[in-house]
């Protein structure tokens, strides 16, 4: 007997009656592996069993797209009809022998199927058919996750897709890993090794964030052969040691540039690279100031994030009326802190720039609401989470053309541009751009309308979460 397997998988939502599936009643997510298996007893005239091209990129291909990304619960065929993983593995092979007797495989592909049994019992069929879940995940994350006093984007988009991957059905299993992450010091590396050993006995799949990666590339390497490992940037590093771990790897960026940037820096082959942007949840509007005067940064205060540049632009327009909170972690850089508030003492700005220190849930609802501009000065981005947290309220924005920035900040549906953009590390162009805000009624109507439209545009976390579990899901097959 000779026989070909193919692979492929499905995501799906559904949920079932009766009280013996518990929770499963809810509406929940769930990711299957499917195995596909031809049997014959004889070589064809070609000396293969079937032509594995058709079978998996095609007929597989397409009995799964009818039912990958549905609710099987909205779909007729599946009416008053528990769609379990018992059930499954009988629909999707029967749906592929329909394929297989119309020809779709070829014309001695029937034979397969002939020669084992009629399409109704289409597991004996083809041999054999594996709709398995593959639901459950091991991310290792940084220790201050959760730490209100040092908010930041990473740590927002990791906490939503381990909340919302959970809530579709992943059994979501996290090792925080303590250090200064994403460059450890001295015996810091050692915890991820020994989630990494630990790791590799583990019969699921591991994701981690790369901020355990920074100099850790001899830690994670050698256990390439036994995990599957996808790691998450939320910033390249450019360092040899994040080029060995992603050569390793299935790599997720926050951004399209980002990923374009991994594949060109460090060579990587582009079907292992996969950009999943983050998510926004839906929020009020914010009404807006008739004179625009408003202004806020969320980014933690850094050199990075230019808050030098920041305030050498505001000082060069400090003759106009205007206010600026700054919300963001204060001491991960306290020395820059120090002598930026120096220099905001020493433009005379004290009393119009304030340092808020971190700000989140409803306290960084009110400052949104509060703001007629997001102000990002960033020296370098790989998406930028506040922009589209701006524009979820229709705050339009001004910020740096660097990295992922453009692409958050994106266009309405009729191809206009919600904010304004300047190159990166010059004073200039970003108190020129301040000046026109401040100074142009009609400027600020234009923006203010296009923020508003883009809004509707943004995706939900929903989006980034099915993304991830896709990309997880095709490592497993």
């Known amino acids: 007997m000779?026989?070909?397997?193919?692979?492929?998988?499905?995501?799906?939502a559904h949920s079932f009656r009766g009280e013996v599936f518990g929770p499963a009643q809810r509406l929940h997510g769930a990711t299957y592996v499917v195995d596909a298996t031809f049997q014959r007893a004889e070589l064809d005239a070609d000396n293969i069993v079937v032509d594995i091209g058709r079978a998996a990129g095609g007929a597989l291909a397409a009995v799964l797209a009818e039912l990958t990304y549905r609710n099987l619960d909205d779909e007729p065929a599946f009416a008053g009809m528990n769609t379990s993983t018992e059930a499954l593995a009988r629909v999707v092979p029967d749906r592929l022998a329909e394929r297989v007797y119309a020809g779709n495989l070829g014309d001695g592909a029937p034979r397969c199927v002939r020669d084992h049994g009629h399409p109704a019992r289409v597991a004996p069929g083809l041999g054999e058919l594996r709709a398995v879940a593959m639901t459950a995940v091991h991310v290792v994350l940084p220790n201050d996750i959760d730490d209100p006093a040092?908010?930041?984007?990473?740590?927002?988009?990791?906490?939503?897709?381990?909340?919302d991957l959970a809530a579709a059905g992943w059994s979501v299993r996290e090792h925080a890993v303590p250090g200064g992450w994403p460059r450890p010091s001295g015996t810091e590396p050692a915890g991820l090794a020994r989630v990494a050993r630990r790791a590799?006995?583990?019969?699921?799949?591991?994701a981690g964030r790369p901020g355990c990666l920074g100099g850790t590339g001899e830690v994670l390497v050698p256990h390439a052969g036994r995990l599957r490992q996808v790691v998450l940037v939320?910033?390249?590093?450019?360092?040899?040691?994040e080029g060995g771990v992603l050569a390793a790897a299935t790599v997720i960026s926050t951004s399209e540039w980002a990923r374009r940037h991994l594949i060109e820096?460090?060579?990587?082959p582009a079907g292992r690279v996969h950009a999943v942007p983050p998510g926004v949840d839906p929020a009020p509007l914010a009404p807006g100031s008739a004179?625009?005067?408003?202004?806020?940064?969320?980014a933690a205060v850094t050199a990075h994030k230019g808050y030098d540049v920041l305030v050498q632009a505001l000082a060069k327009v400090a003759d106009r009326p205007w206010r600026c909170r700054c919300v963001g972690p204060l001491g991960r850089e306290p020395e820059f802190v120090g002598r930026l508030r120096r220099r905001i003492d020493g433009y005379r700005l004290s009393d119009r720039v304030h340092l808020a220190g971190p700000r989140t849930g409803d306290r960084l609802d009110a400052a949104y609401a509060a703001a007629d501009l997001l102000v990002l000065a960033s020296r370098g981005e790989t998406f930028g989470m506040v922009i589209v947290e701006a524009l979820a309220r229709g705050i339009p924005v001004l910020a740096t053309a660097t990295g992922g920035l453009p692409e958050a900040l994106?266009?309405?549906?009729?191809g206009s541009r919600p904010g304004l953009l300047v190159e990166p590390g010059d004073p200039a162009p970003l108190a020129g751009a301040l000046r026109r805000w401040l100074d142009d009624a009609g400027l600020r109507e234009r923006l203010r309308r296009s923020a508003r439209a883009r809004?509707?545009?943004?995706?939900?976390?929903?989006?980034?979460?099915?993304?991830?579990?896709?990309?997880?899901a095709g490592v497993a097959a």
């Open 2 to 12: 000779f026989s070909v397997t193919v692979r492929d998988h499905m995501m799906i």
């Open 150 to 163: 040092s908010p930041s984007g990473g740590n927002a988009y990791d906490r939503r897709i381990c909340q």
């Open 200 to 206: 590799a006995r583990w019969r699921s799949r591991p």
């Open 234 to 241: 939320h910033m390249p590093l450019d360092d040899g040691a």
């Open 265 to 268: 820096r460090y060579g990587l």
């Open 291 to 298: 004179a625009g005067t408003e202004l806020l940064c969320v």
């Open 410 to 414: 994106g266009r309405a549906a009729d």
């Open 455 to 472: 809004r509707t545009t943004l995706s939900g976390w929903s989006g980034t979460a099915g993304k991830i579990a896709q990309v997880l």
